[in-house]
C-alpha cells in the first residue's frame, strides 16, 4: 500500500503543498485533479523521491520513499514515472527503447515482452521506426510502454494522453488501464482530462490552495460535486441558489418561474449547449436543438 502521511513541499520556502494525507492499494487507479499549478506534478515528484520531504513520510509497503539526500540514484525499482518529457533515446527505434531495460540473456522473452507493449500501446506499424522520426503523441507512448518493461508495482503517470489525438485517445486508454488492472499495477495519474479519470480511477483527489478538498469515487464527486471547482472538471455548470447543477441537469420548458435571453447556441453532439442570459448572468442549459440569439425562453430543472 502506498501511504502518504502529512507532507509538506515548498521550492525555496514558498509552500506549495500543506499537509497532505491519502493512501492507495496496489493495484488500484488514483486520479490527481486541480487546476494548473495547483501542484499535481510536484506531488508526483515528491512520491517518486524526486525531492526531499521537510516533513511528513511517504511509503510504499514496508520501504519508505526517500529523496536525493538519501539516495545516490532517484527513484525506485518498484516505480516508474511517465514524464511531461518523455526522456528517450532518439536514435534508436521504438523497440529498442522498451526493450533497453529488459535482461539481453532471454532474448526471446525480451522479444516477447516488447512485442506485448508494442501492442498495449498500439504501436505495432512503429515497432522498427527511430524514435526521432515519431510525433508526439506516439513518443508519449513509447514512454508509458517503456515504464511498464519491467513491470513495475505502482507507475506514476503526468497528463499521460495529452499529445496522442482524439482518434487514438480512448481505445488506447482502455488498453493501458485494463493492463494495468489485469497485472494489479497501481497508478497515479495527474490530469486535466476528466476522459483520464471517469470509467478508470477508483479515487479522486482534488487538489486546491495546497491542500486535498475532496478525495471520493469519480461517481461520487460527479453526483455530488460540493464545490464548483468539482463541478467544473466534469462539465459545464451553474451555481443557482448555492446549488450547483450541470447544463444536463436543466431543460427548456413551456413555462416556468425562470426565464431568460438566449445568447449562444453552442453544438456539442449530442445535443446543444445553451448560453442564457438571466438575472444578468450566464446560465448554460441542455437542448435538443439551436435556438437562435435573442429568444425568450423558460427553463427549470430536471427532475
Ligand atoms: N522547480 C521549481 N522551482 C520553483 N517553483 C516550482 C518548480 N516547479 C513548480 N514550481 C511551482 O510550484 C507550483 C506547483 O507546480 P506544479 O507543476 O506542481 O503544478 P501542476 O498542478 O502540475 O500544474 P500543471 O497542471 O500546469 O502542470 C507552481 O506555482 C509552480 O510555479
Known amino acids: 500500500m502506498l501511504q502518504v502521511k502529512n507532507i509538506h513541499f515548498g521550492y525555496d520556502k514558498i509552500l506549495v503543498l500543506e499537509?497532505?494525507?491519502?493512501?492507495?492499494?496496489p493495484g488500484r487507479n488514483l486520479a490527481i485533479i486541480g487546476e494548473s499549478g495547483?501542484?499535481?506534478?510536484?506531488?508526483?515528484k515528491l512520491l517518486y523521491g524526486e525531492y526531499d520531504l521537510p516533513q511528513g513520510e511517504i511509503f510504499w509497503k514496508e520501504q519508505q520513499i526517500l529523496g536525493p539526500k538519501y539516495n545516490l540514484v532517484i527513484g525506485y525499482d518498484f516505480m516508474k514515472y511517465v514524464t511531461q518529457e518523455f526522456d528517450l533515446m532518439p536514435f534508436i527505434t521504438v523497440e529498442e527503447n522498451i526493450g533497453k531495460y529488459l535482461s539481453r540473456f532471454y532474448p526471446e522473452e525480451k522479444q516477447q515482452r516488447t512485442h506485448e507493449l508494442i501492442k498495449v500501446?498500439?504501436?505495432?506499424?512503429?515497432?522498427?521506426t527511430k524514435v526521432k522520426n515519431l510525433s508526439g503523441g506516439q513518443k508519449q507512448r513509447v514512454a508509458l510502454a517503456r515504464a511498464l518493461a519491467k513491470q513495475p508495482e505502482i507507475?506514476?503517470?503526468d497528463e499521460p494522453f495529452s499529445h496522442i489525438d482524439n482518434f487514438k485517445k480512448q481505445s488506447l486508454r482502455r488498453s493501458v488501464f485494463k493492463y494495468l488492472k489485469e497485472k494489479n499495477i497501481a497508478c497515479i495519474v495527474a490530469t486535466h482530462d476528466k476522459n483520464d479519470v471517469l470509467g478508470f480511477a477508483d479515487k479522486m483527489l482534488v487538489l486546491h490552495h495546497k491542500t486535498i478538498i475532496a478525495q471520493d469515487t469519480p461517481q461520487n464527486l460527479y453526483n455530488n460535486p460540493k464545490l464548483p471547482l468539482i463541478a467544473s472538471f466534469f462539465d459545464e455548470f451553474n451555481s443557482i441558489d448555492g446549488e450547483i447543477y450541470y447544463a444536463h441537469q436543466l431543460k427548456i420548458v413551456e413555462e416556468s418561474d425562470l426565464k431568460g435571453v438566449v445568447k449562444s447556441s453552442y453544438f456539442n453532439g449530442e445535443s446543444w449547449l445553451l448560453e442564457v442570459e438571466h438575472d444578468s448572468k450566464s446560465v448554460f442549459v441542455e437542448h435538443h436543438s439551436e435556438i437562435v440569439p435573442k429568444s425568450c425562453v423558460y427553463f427549470s430543472f430536471n427532475n
Open 19 to 25: 499537509d497532505l494525507s491519502f493512501s492507495l492499494n
Open 38 to 44: 495547483s501542484g499535481k506534478s510536484t506531488l508526483l
Open 155 to 157: 507507475l506514476l503517470l
Open 121 to 128: 500501446v498500439e504501436l505495432e506499424a512503429f515497432a522498427k
